[in-house]
């Protein structure tokens, strides 16, 4: 020891600065390297979720699917598992953590990609929807640790901006999954097609579907061996653990003197919010190419729709990050939002063709600032009931798995022309958000302090 050093280095401003300046620096690069991470992750998100508009033309003609409404299932079997699943991916979390949390949810992941495997080669598309439900059980897992995750990581005042990296990585997976899925299974895909459908041979046909089939094999296998080696990753990481706190004691005002979530109101019509713009979402996404497909334009046109309703979400998105607060709010965005959806929504109505597939690509601007524009408006006020709240908003992400399969039983069933059955699941959905962005949300609410209201704008941002 250096005599005089210990005193120096206790009386010493320029020691002490130069100590502050090394402690800022490493906690600089701890938050950089775990945005880093959880941004693959928030990738991964967006990379499986978007798979499934390519995967409904895939699965109706390899599987020999009879009707839309039976290949709209493949929405059902993933987003279904969100309300299935929601309660207990919060009780894993309390049981072994957020990083522990995010690595298992990897595993399942991956294991629901293997499922693929088995289902491919049996051409079994109920074994398929088996290996969606696993895949998207994974993801609630995901989804209810990397979103809180990122909002607590680091300054309240840049939560905003990392929100905005997150969503930018998501929405760039979903543009790229189709594209790259679509290239690999849909590959001359009206030659084949067409093959199929005039080849009388049944032994033939077989051996046609089953050579289209395992085209997904090795693009999941894949994308198991990937999710295997992010898990490895995340659980060997630094990742610091957090701990967003209990429940009990937080919210203060009306908030406290709350008993339950029933004496939200604005909570559960904002649930019910959530649940229809899913809906309309995944219709705009994975329905766009089953509805070029029933206006009869070609698969290898179709098969890359769902990226040009993403591209547009994904423009909405950095709009909303340079308006949203600064030039307007959070219900201005949304009504502006649901304004714009009933607008492209009735040019689908009265147009045709590559006129209607582009109002319907113009949804995901419509689509893109309503999640993070619900969610404030319906947490609001919630105070220690917050955390329930976001469970039960997050089961509204089922409306993926309901609205789909609507539009295909209208079109098919009720044998509905194809833009008339479209357009009246889109319509009243938006009509529905509009009603929540005027009125909606404020029913019930109660007088909410300024950092609450922080805290749940913190969390809105979130998508």
Known sequence: MIPGFKECGAKNPLFLTINKENMSNTNAQRQSYAIVIIGMLFFILGFVTWLNGTLIPFLKLTCQLQSDL????????????????????????????????????????????????????SRNFGLFLVGLFVQAGGMTILQAASNPYISVLGSLDTAARRMSIMGICNKTAGILSPIILSAIVLKNATALETQISNTHDLAQKTILLSEMASRII????????????????IKMS????????????????????????????????????????????????????????????PLDVTKFFTSFTLGAMLVGYVVG???????????????????????FGAGVLFTHGYAAITCIALLGLSN????????????????????????????????????????????????????????????????????????????????????????????????
């Open 70 to 121: 039976l290949a709209l299932l493949v929405t059902s079997a993933f987003y279904i598992a969100y309300v299935v699943l929601a309660w207990p991916a919060a009780m894993v979390l309390e049981k072994v953590g957020y990083k522990n949390g995010m690595a298992l949810s990897l595993l399942i992941m991956a294991l629901g990609s293997l499922i693929f495997i088995p289902a491919a080669h």
């Open 368 to 463: 893109s600032l309503m999640w993070p524009a619900i969610w404030p408006l319906a947490l609001e006020g919630l105070g220690a009931f917050t955390k329930r709240g976001s469970a039960l908003l997050i089961m509204g992400i089922a409306g993926g798995a309901l609205v789909p399969p609507l539009y295909g039983a209208l079109k098919d069933k009720a044998g509905l022309p194809n833009n008339i059955a479209y357009c009246l699941c889109l319509l009243p959905c938006y009509g529905y958000i509009l009603y929540y962005a005027l009125k909606g949300h404020k029913v019930g609410q109660p007088a909410v302090d300024m950092e609450t209201r922080k805290t749940i704008a913190t969390i809105g941002q979130t998508t």
């Open 321 to 343: 990050i340079i308006t949203v607060p600064k030039y307007m709010s959070q219900s201005t965005a949304l009504k502006i939002c649901a304004w714009s959806g009933l607008i």
């Open 218 to 233: 090795p693009p999941y296998i894949a994308m198991a061996g990937v999710l295997l080696v992010l898990a490895f990753l």
């Open 238 to 297: 630094k990742l610091p653990e957090i701990n967003l706190g209990s429940s009990k004691n937080e919210g203060s005002g009306k908030a406290a003197e709350k008993k339950s979530l029933r004496d939200f109101p604005h909570l559960w019509l904002g649930a019910l919010c959530i649940f229809l713009y899913v809906g309309v979402e995944v219709l705009a996404g994975d329905g766009i190419g089953t509805f070029g497909r029933a206006s009869g334009l």
